[in-house]
């Protein structure tokens, strides 16, 4: 199993530009989740999945859209990019459990808006 | 809403030192409680969780946590700490029944050789 792969590893947009973060994984689970990682903020939950066609917004989803048509992928969607928005994004995804299994990480995302 | 605290967001130790970092919550019902480790240019990794049963629990690499139910805590505990565990330590939390998890700001940890 490749487990939770993200793309890309790093990018740099201008402000207003849009662009789509990747998220996969290969693991079947139903439940995924978009974070982003700020210095001495931790990770904040943006958009979350339990499952195919079922979306929720997190802490903070301004500037962010995110859709599940199939249960391996969970895009996460920037409109209209802004510096604010310089960060380093995570994927993870669990299975169904209650909330008692541990969430698997994908590698990260490094975006930086000019 | 859960919410989770870290008062130690630097913590610099020598090899050989004991560690404890703090991890408050607040929430008024039950949860699942997490430790995840993210080592220099890696992922989040889990270290350990709780769910029920006996509130100390073991992990990996050495570390274990105690839940204290009255004092809405879960620190993280290492009696011998090595340069290899220099990483960010994040707390984390999530309602049970839910698994949308909140996370603490994260403490760094520096250790000396």
């Known amino acids: 199993n490749a487990g939770v792969t993200q793309t890309p590893k790093f990018q740099v947009l201008k402000t207003g530009q849009s662009m789509t973060l990747q998220c996969a994984q290969d693991?079947?689970?139903?439940?995924m989740s978009w974070y982003r990682q700020d210095p001495g903020m931790g990770l904040r939950l943006i958009h979350y999945?339990?499952?195919?066609?079922?979306?929720d917004q997190g802490e903070v989803p301004n500037g962010y859209n995110v859709s599940r048509s199939t249960t391996e992928d969970f895009p996460l969607r920037l409109l209209s990019a802004a510096p604010s928005q310089t960060s380093v994004y995570f994927c993870?995804?669990?299975?169904?459990?209650?909330?008692?299994?541990?969430?698997?990480f994908g590698p990260g995302t490094r975006l930086t808006v000019t | 809403a859960q919410s989770v605290s870290q008062h130690n967001h630097h913590v610099i130790l020598s090899e050989a030192a004991s560690l404890e970092l703090g991890c408050n919550y607040s929430?008024?019902?039950?949860?699942?409680l997490f430790w995840y480790v993210q080592y220099p240019g890696q992922h989040l990794q889990l270290l350990l969780k709780y769910f029920s049963g006996d509130p100390l629990v073991k992990g990996i690499k050495g570390f274990e946590a105690e839940f204290i139910k009255s004092k809405f805590s879960f620190n993280l505990r290492k009696p011998s700490v090595q340069w290899s565990d220099t990483a960010e330590y994040f707390c984390a939390v999530n309602a049970q029944g839910f698994q949308k998890l909140v996370f603490g700001t994260g403490t760094r940890l520096l250790v000396s050789p």
């Open positions: 929430y008024g019902g039950t949860v699942n």
């Open positions: 693991m079947n689970h139903e439940y």
């Open positions: 993870a995804s669990s299975p169904p459990s209650g909330g008692k299994r541990e969430q698997y």
């Open positions: 999945s339990v499952g195919a066609g079922i979306t």
